[in-house]
């Protein structure tokens, strides 16, 4: 249980909430890459609870930037983008991509003084197939966080976006939860039931495992562990890194290389983005008969796009039909009756609410990863907001190296920090390419 103070915190992304403010320290992803097109109409964007436009101008550089146009506020969402910068439709002036006014056609132009005006333009730049934006108080912006899975080349990588009915923090405490796999995903199997082979098994032989959290330079890091095979362990391990990044263990630690992105679009809506390398190994577990799990095959029909500040990567299945849930597959074969792993997810948790009362809430031992994670940004957005400390990470970048997800098997003999350490030397790392960027 959290008070609801302590709740409003966390979840409010506002430019004057601290929350807001904290997130606003880093690079925040914006919309795809491929989402913009030279020359065409501007994209209705919301982040972090402000109404924005991305577009991308006849050079191919993107601009976003507050939606309203600094003359007298209409849209230029309506705006036309042409050579070089987008033209508000009210009194046709026109902005590049760094916000600055280069037309003032309205005025005579001994009076016009479009040098002094700026559209409210963010630094921009593309990487990992995405858009990115800085929002925040400094005239230069940090450096790109240096995580393996935004440094994957184009050719390897894989990009799943969708939209969440609800807030951030409910999206990323899903994605650290790491009990809720055995009974949510997977819980209608019996140990018997998968590959004999699979180290997987041992997650359904001990539902109930032993944990150990512990905060870190770049968020939090957690293991689930329960015994295998005689001396050894079966670990899980999981990452929340600043400011809304989860690293999950749904594959081999060696070479999972994918991260969530839970994006707050405002306080009640989030955009997801799951990245991943697409070379990894481990497929999902497979029963004995080498089928598939019922039940986990990803779903992903979405809505058909609209304009609207929330008309982008709706998924078809969604509150207003229960998610397609199948009562009779929930008797048989699924325990929930939902299709796909994603849906599932994303049923439990926008049925929550689109801000869940965390004073309702009865955490246990099986939570004490959400427990420690949001204390960290509790602390985190406090100091920011009361003395102006920036957490460490944002200009230490190459700290993110040190968190990896992923599962193994490990002697019982090592402690869960030796067993990751161990492991994370060993693992498959992406070397550090950044892709050309505009600014
Ligand atoms: S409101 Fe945009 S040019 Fe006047
Ligand atoms: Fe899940």
């Known amino acids: 249980m959290l008070s609801a103070s302590d709740n409003a915190i966390l979840t409010q992304v506002g430019p004057d909430k601290p929350m807001g403010k904290l997130m606003r320290q880093f690079w925040i992803p914006v919309c795809l890459s491929s989402e913009l097109t030279a020359d065409a109409e501007p994209l209705r964007i919301m982040l972090l609870g402000e109404k924005l436009i991305a577009f991308r101008d006849t050079a191919g550089k993107v601009g976003v930037m507050d939606h309203r146009c600094p003359h007298r506020c209409a849209s230029m969402y309506f705006g036309r983008n042409e050579q070089g910068g987008v033209r508000c439709v009210y009194h046709g002036w026109k902005f590049d991509v760094e916000g600055n006014c280069i037309d003032m056609p309205n005025v005579p132009p001994e009076q016009d003084f479009k040098h002094r005006v700026k559209a409210r333009a963010f630094k921009v730049l593309e990487r990992s197939g995405m858009v990115w934006a800085y929002m925040g108080p400094r005239d230069t912006p940090p450096e790109f966080p240096n995580i393996d899975a935004l440094q994957i080349p184009a050719a390897e990588r894989s990009i799943f976006v969708h939209q969440r009915d609800c807030n951030w923090l409910q999206s990323a405490e899903g994605d650290i939860d790491t009990s809720h796999f055995g009974f949510l995903h997977i819980g209608s199997l019996e140990a018997d039931d998968v590959d004999p082979d699979s180290m997987h098994k041992w997650g359904i032989i001990g539902r109930a495992p032993e944990y150990s959290v512990k905060e870190t330079p770049w968020g939090t890091m957690y293991a689930a562990y329960r015994a295998a095979d005689e001396g050894e362990r079966y670990y899980r391990f999981a990452h929340f890194l600043f400011p809304f990044i989860t690293f999950t263990p749904n594959g081999d630690f060696d070479d999972l290389i994918a991260c969530t992105i839970n994006v707050p679009m405002d306080d009640e809506h989030t955009m997801s983005y799951r ?77 929550m609410g689109a801000v869940v009362d965390r004073t309702f809430e009865h955490l246990a031992a099986s939570d004490r990863m959400i427990m420690v994670t949001r204390r960290r940004l509790l602390q985190a957005a406090r100091a920011l907001d009361a003395n102006n400390e920036t957490p460490a990470i944002v200009d230490d970048p190459d700290a993110y190296r040190g968190a990896r997800g992923g599962s193994f098997l490990a002697s019982d003999k090592l402690d869960w920090v030796a067993a990751y350490e161990q492991k994370l030397g060993e693992a498959v790392r992406m070397p550090a390419q950044p892709e050309p960027q505009s600014v």
Do not use: C
């Open 275 to 351: 990245v991943a390398w697409n070379k990894r190994t481990m497929p999902l577990q497979n029963l004995k008969s080498g089928e598939p799990i019922p039940g986990l095959a990803p779903e992903s029909d979405f809505l058909p796009r609209t304009h609207d500040w929330y008309g982008r990567w709706r998924l078809a299945a969604n509150v207003d039909n229960d998610y397609f849930i199948d009562r009779d597959a929930q008797r048989t074969i699924s325990f929930t009756g939902i299709q796909g792993i994603g849906r599932q997810d994303q049923a439990v948790i926008e049925s």
